[in-house]
């Protein structure tokens, strides 16, 4: 099974930017659609975007098109979430996810998590 790291979170103020990454070790990366979720205090899990194993990108999350954009660098091993124009709305915390079989309906449902990383908007 796919390990994943997430880092990268931290605090940021509003309208700042911050780009998120993920580790993935125990096999390649080019076997799996990489997502990248949220979470808030209270709320369920919320799928955003993801990329398959061709590049393609997929948004679940209205409210982040324009703002965040996810690449992968498979020689690396590594993906990245780049989030611009930060809203406190978006301080959560931010997990990647992988599955091989693509990208999940509705951003959830992968085979496997990272811990996730926490994301601070304020002023």
């Known amino acids: 099974q796919v390990q994943l790291v997430e880092s990268g979170g931290g605090l940021v103020q509003p309208g700042g930017s911050l780009r998120l990454s993920c580790a993935v070790s125990?096999?390649?990366?080019?076997?799996?659609?990489i997502g990248w979720l949220r979470q808030t205090p209270g709320k369920e899990r919320e799928g955003m975007l993801c990329?398959?194993?061709?590049?393609?990108?997929?948004y679940y999350e209205d409210s982040v098109k324009g703002r965040f954009t996810i690449s992968r660098d498979n020689a690396k091993n590594m993906v990245y979430l780049q989030m611009d124009s930060l809203e406190p709305e978006d301080a959560a915390v931010y997990y990647c996810a992988a599955d091989d079989l693509g990208c999940p309906p509705y951003g959830l449902g992968y085979d496997s998590w990272g811990q996730g990383t926490q994301v601070t908007v304020s002023s």
């Open positions: 125990g096999s390649t990366l080019d076997g799996y659609a």
């Open positions: 990329i398959s194993r061709s590049g393609d990108i997929t």
